[in-house]
């Protein structure tokens, strides 16, 4: 059965409102409004991307809300740990992250794949892929948008997860099959190496924080492809 398309926009003071209030959109949202070609009387959904979902009747003046719900966070929480990747690629690892339902993404400047000058064009990076994770929002009707971080080095990010359970995606020595772990009961910390992997001593410095290896099966798999992977798997345990 066709299911009745649901458009959604962003109200990030959506907490404070109640069924019956009428909210306006920002200009970009109205822009977006007639670009999809809303009709009057359509039923819409709004998102504050903090936990509260709303549906409301869309008129060019203004929405009128007729249901309004608070979401909590997942009992699984994921905080997904990338070594930076050269090119377009990390858009896309950004994308896949927050579609798959990881809660914090960060960034990590490693050894092998950190290229000179990485750092000064970080900012604008980090405001594309927090507007990324913005956008799965809209598009996935996630209740709470996924925490784009500030990417830090290796040891600085190692330090950062030092109370999580970390799991490192790694063809190594002793590594087991990521599907065999059991389901988690803290905060878990995904580690994934860029292109060129983590280097022997991130490798050996994981090891010692008491980290977990886990492979995601027999073949080297490209780091975008490994994120998808290991994350599909982690929300299934």
């Not at 709303?54 to 070594?83: D, F, H, M, T």
């Not at 995904?190 to 060129?196: F, Q, S």
């Not at 991130?202 to 008491?210: A, C, F, P, Q, V």
Request: include cysteine.
């Amino acid at each position: 059965m066709y299911k009745e398309r649901m458009v959604r926009f962003i109200c990030p003071t959506l907490a404070a409102q109640k069924v019956g209030d009428s909210i306006t959109l920002s200009p970009e949202d109205a822009r977006h409004a007639k670009v999809l070609r809303v009709r009057e009387g359509e039923n819409v959904e709004l998102l504050n991307m903090a936990g509260v979902k709303a549906e409301g009747i869309y008129s060019k003046a203004g929405i009128v809300l007729n249901k309004l719900q608070k979401i909590p966070r997942g009992e699984k929480s994921i905080r997904l740990c990338v070594g930076l990747t050269q090119g377009g690629t990390f858009d896309q690892i950004v994308r896949q992250a927050a579609e798959l339902g990881c809660e914090n993404f960060l960034p990590v400047l490693s050894q092998k794949a950190s290229p000179i000058g990485e750092a000064k064009r970080l900012e604008g990076k980090l405001a594309r892929w927090r507007k990324i994770s913005e956008e799965v929002c809209k598009q996935s009707g996630r209740a709470w948008k996924m925490e784009v971080e500030q990417a830090l080095d290796f040891p600085e990010a190692l330090k950062k997860c030092a109370t999580a359970l970390n799991i490192v995606a790694a063809l190594v020595e002793d590594s087991r099959p990521l599907s065999h772990l059991k389901s988690p009961s803290q905060e878990v910390t995904l580690w994934v190496g860029p292109e060129g992997d983590f280097s022997d001593e991130e490798y050996r410095e994981l090891k010692k924080s008491g980290a977990q290896f886990a492979t995601l099966g027999e073949n080297i798999l490209r780091t975008e492809t490994a994120v998808v992977v290991a994350l599909a798997i982690l929300k299934s345990l």
